[in-house]
């Protein structure tokens, strides 16, 4: 009973230590653009990678489902399904997607990515053929991952 009175203690004792300098904090100057476009793709690059180990999940789920057997068919089926889609989306998936165009579907930078970009700029600062997307500031490259890692994911589901 002692020593869980004493890690509370210790606990407590920490939490309010950030709380109290947490008013320090936030008396400094804002983070550059440059910072806060860095953490922000770092987040997005998490965000993308954990999305990515969902198709092990999904897979592990499938082949757990079936015989032994028949295992390694149902894991090298969700790696083929998700190297496809990837390289669909890539070919024509992102164009479509987030390519400037109608209401519809895009219709400029439709094949391969190849479009031109400036980001991270955001809002009226942007000037490319993903205007669609322009909204968030990390670089496109983050971005495609992100959405990538979704469209290959889906169909293995």
């Not at 309010?16 to 806060?36: E, I, N, Y």
Request: proline letters at 3%; hydrophobic letters at 55%.
């Amino acid at each position: 009973m002692r020593y869980r009175h004493s890690l509370f203690m210790v606990l407590l004792a920490t939490v309010l230590t950030v709380v109290g300098t947490g008013r320090a904090w936030a008396q400094d100057a804002a983070p550059s653009f440059a910072t806060t476009v860095a953490l922000d793709t770092f987040w997005v690059l998490l965000a993308g990678a954990l999305v990515f180990f969902m198709n092990t999940g999904f897979g592990l789920l499938e082949s757990g489902l079936c015989r032994s057997k028949n295992a390694v068919n149902i894991l090298a089926k969700n790696f083929v399904v998700f190297a496809i889609s990837s390289l669909a989306f890539w070919f024509l998936g992102w164009g479509l997607m987030f390519g400037n165009g109608n209401g519809y579907f895009g219709a400029e930078g439709l094949l391969m990515l190849a479009g031109p970009d400036n980001s991270p700029a955001t809002g009226d600062a942007y000037s490319g053929a993903y205007s669609a997307i322009s909204w968030t500031g990390i670089p496109l490259e983050a971005k495609f991952f992100f959405q990538l890692v979704f469209a290959g994911t889906a169909p293995s589901a």
